[in-house]
């Protein structure tokens, strides 16, 4: 299982965060299907300082989300997807500090169903990260261990992985 993960792991990361974009692109481009349309369009209009607005600016959002898709999913212009993924989750976590009070209503600040749409993409910036780092030669390293003996621990060698490359850097 070990070796399988460790082979398959990044590759099915990338796929499965692009079917992600590309799904949630492809949304955009019909109108009233998007349950951020209106937010998202907002945040785009106030981002391009009115450059984008509207329909074009949820057009906008669309194609780069569909491209980013199909860059992961592809494996093709990695990098440039990468980069655009930067982008765009700069923009889309933007409404948190630009509509505080519509995202958290409320007397207890509990976030709304919008908020909660765009705090997931939390998940979604530290999966590009990990594809980001195979860039400079990252690699999941296999060093099998029975399921049972590895439950209860804790994974310490990957601290002292990292420590080891911040060492070299």
């Not at 690699?139 to 002292?160: D, T, W």
Request: glycine share 10%.
């Amino acid at each position: 299982m070990n070796r399988w993960l460790v082979a398959h792991s990044i590759a099915l990361l990338r796929i499965s965060l692009g079917l992600i974009f590309l799904g949630f692109g492809l949304l955009k481009f019909f109108p009233g299907i998007s349950p951020i349309e209106d937010l998202a369009t907002r945040t785009t209009t106030i981002l391009t300082f009115g450059v984008l607005s509207g329909r074009s600016a949820m057009d906008f959002v669309a194609g780069l989300e569909s491209i980013i898709g199909i860059c992961f999913i592809s494996g093709r212009f990695l990098r440039v997807g990468v980069w655009l993924m930067a982008a765009q989750m700069i923009g889309a976590i933007s409404p948190l500090v630009i509509f505080p009070g519509e995202l958290f209503p409320g007397p207890l600040h509990a976030p709304s169903l919008a908020a909660q749409y765009i705090i997931k993409d939390i998940i979604l910036v530290a999966a590009g990260m990990v594809i980001a780092s195979t860039w400079t030669g990252a690699r999941i390293v296999a060093q099998p261990q029975s399921f049972r003996s590895a439950l209860g621990k804790r994974v310490p060698k990957v601290q002292r992985s990292v420590r080891q490359l911040e060492a070299t850097i």
